[in-house]
């Protein structure tokens, strides 16, 4: 339990990475969310950029306008004071400030005269930026811009407009008037806005992501049905249809796809029925030919018998008679064979034996045929090779892959190797011209011959391989080919040691030994150990569990 949540915590990220690309409706739904909220964060921020800058522009003309004329009465006023006798100038700029309280919701007034501050609010005077404050004392000319107002009474600063202005008192001098605006209902406004943006953008969001899922729902429902309905049909269930609603080119596909399927059904049974007149043909020819076969065999026997009576041509033609008999049995054997796997008919008689006695039964069988084709058999054996089997089909295995070993052996010597581990392996090399690498399934096909033009030195059916391979196939086991040409070929055999066990893995390599070095190598994909296959007993003494049988033209 701790390994698989160790694997799990390593590998967390493969599992979203899964879900997105097995899953076409979340890819619509997270690619519309994305896009979706990309799109409306972008319209979002230029309407708010737009609105702000809207907003502030309409209230700096505003705050310009209602400056100006606060400006000007105040300029009025002091236009019309009294200057006759002594001026309490203070006292007038404090009247003038006073009667601007009344608006100080608007703004709020600072006069600076002589180095005093003349307030008329709660601002206070470091609201004022000192540029604007240079420029003012340098321009006759009503100045605006933008700052952050501070009180006096401890409230939080706020944004807002500043505008300064000159005063002037005649015979008097100059006084600065600051007139500050804060943005407090705009900044309300604005927050209002960007509420109402933001809640709108969500909701969009989620509308635009729901009908995503619905429309992918409403697209993907229909493929997933033909998905299902082609596995349906790869599994053998040849009269599922898939339903059809509405026109449209779902529905389209959905008719489309049950006529492929009629038609599919159709092709197969016509080729079911001549597959079952074909096998049925094959047995009855196979059967009915045994009967003519028993009678000319006994006559060619007699003849055979009788050639040294006969004239040389008679001799030889009674000899070849008697040879051809034995191809033409061994392909009836064959047929018969064949039949009896395509009706199913065919079953194991399971012992437990030791493969090695087979194997070394096989050799000792053909070693005349080794003999006249002059070439060496070495069999080498590692450990236990007992498996529940059926004797006389690993024995046809055996014999076919071996005689197919020294027909194709070009005269090189032939290793047979056996293996063991879970299972039990056997794999035989010859050195001949081999065949490529797309024909390894090929040549367990029927009536299959790499060169179709070669002369065989030795008679077969074409079959032989075939049957190997319905064999293995019966055993639970595996029979493999490996070929490269002008390299050899090499045909495995492995077989589970009980009945019914599922194989994983072979105890010998699929690629031959003695094309790697001492340390193993890599050749053509695939892991090959080292050495083990030998042309010739070795030298000194033999481990235990370790035998090696040479059979050699005598």
């Known amino acids: 339990m701790v390994s698989i949540l160790k694997i799990l915590k390593s590998r967390w990220w493969r599992f979203p990475v899964t879900w997105w690309w097995r899953s076409l409706p979340l890819r619509v739904v997270l690619t519309v969310f994305v896009a979706s909220v990309l799109v409306l964060v972008l319209g979002g921020f230029l309407l708010m950029q737009q609105a702000t800058i809207g907003v502030i522009d309409g209230k700096k003309e505003t705050a310009k306008n209602d400056a100006r004329q606060a400006v000007n009465t105040a300029q009025q006023q002091l236009n019309a004071a009294d200057l006759t006798g002594e001026v309490n100038v203070d006292k007038l700029l404090l009247d003038l400030a006073t009667g601007f309280a009344s608006r100080a919701e608007q703004f709020e007034v600072i006069i600076i005269a002589r180095g005093q501050m003349i307030t008329a609010g709660n601002a206070v005077a470091n609201s004022i930026p ?56 705009e900044i309300a406004t604005l927050m209002v806005l960007r509420y109402a943006v933001v809640t709108t953008g969500a909701m969009l969001v989620l509308l635009l992501t729901f ?8 697209v ?37 796809m049950n006529y492929m399927a009629s038609e599919l059904e159709k092709q197969i049974n016509t080729l079911e029925e001549l597959s079952a007149v074909q096998q049925r043909f094959v047995s009855d020819v196979s059967h009915e030919l045994r009967t003519p076969l028993t009678t000319v065999r006994m006559a060619a026997e007699v003849l055979h018998e009788s050639r040294e009576d006969f004239d040389p041509v008679a001799a030889r033609s009674a000899e070849l008679l008697q040879t051809e ?20 008919a065919a079953v194991l008689n399971l012992e437990e034996v030791d493969l090695r006695d087979l194997v070394r039964r096989v050799v000792e069988t053909n070693a005349r045929l080794a003999e006249t084709n002059h070439t060496e058999i070495a069999v080498r054996a590692s450990g236990d090779a007992k498996a529940e089997v059926d004797t006389r089909r690993i024995e046809r295995i055996l014999r076919n892959l071996l005689v197919n070993a020294i027909e194709h052996s070009e005269g090189h010597p032939i290793i047979l190797i056996e293996g063991d581990d879970v299972a039990v392996a056997i794999a035989v090399r010859d050195h001949g011209v081999g065949f490529e690498a ?12 790499g060169d179709a033009a070669r002369a065989r030195a030795v008679g077969g059916t074409g079959l032989g391989l075939a049957i190997a391979m319905e064999d293995a196939n019966l055993h639970g086991g595996w029979l493999t080919a490996w070929g490269r040409p002008a390299m ?30 001492p340390g193993g190598a890599r050749l053509d994909g695939l892991e090959a150990p080292a050495p083990l296959a030998l042309t010739s007993p070795p030298s000194g003494p033999r481990p235990s569990t370790a035998a090696e049988t040479t059979v050699s033209p005598s």
């Open 130 to 185: 000192l540029a604007l404050r240079k420029q003012v004392e340098q321009s006759n000319d009503l100045l605006m811009t933008s700052t952050h107002i501070n009180y006096r009474d401890m409230r939080p600063s706020v944004a807002g407009l500043v505008a300064g202005a000159t005063l002037t008192l005649p015979g008097t001098g100059r006084y600065q008037i600051y007139l500050m605006f804060p943005l407090t209902q």
């Open 211 to 218: 009908i995503a899922a619905l429309v992918s729902r409403q």
């Open 220 to 256: 993907v429902t229909p493929v997933r049905a033909a998905r299902r309905a082609a596995e349906s049909l790869a599994s053998g269930n040849l009269r599922d249809r898939m339903k059809v609603r509405g026109q449209d080119d779902l529905a389209r596909m959905a008719t489309s």
């Open 325 to 344: 008999l034995d191809r033409f049995e061994s392909l009836l054997t064959d047929l018969l064979e064949i039949s009896r796997f395509d009706a199913g």
């Open 438 to 449: 797309s024909q390894a399934r090929q040549v367990f096909h029927r009536f299959w011959r």
């Open 488 to 517: 050899g070929a090499q045909f495995r055999l492995t077989l589970p040691r009980k009945a019914g066990a599922i194989l994983e893995t072979s105890p010998l390599p699929l690629v031959p030994r003695d094309l790697v070095g």
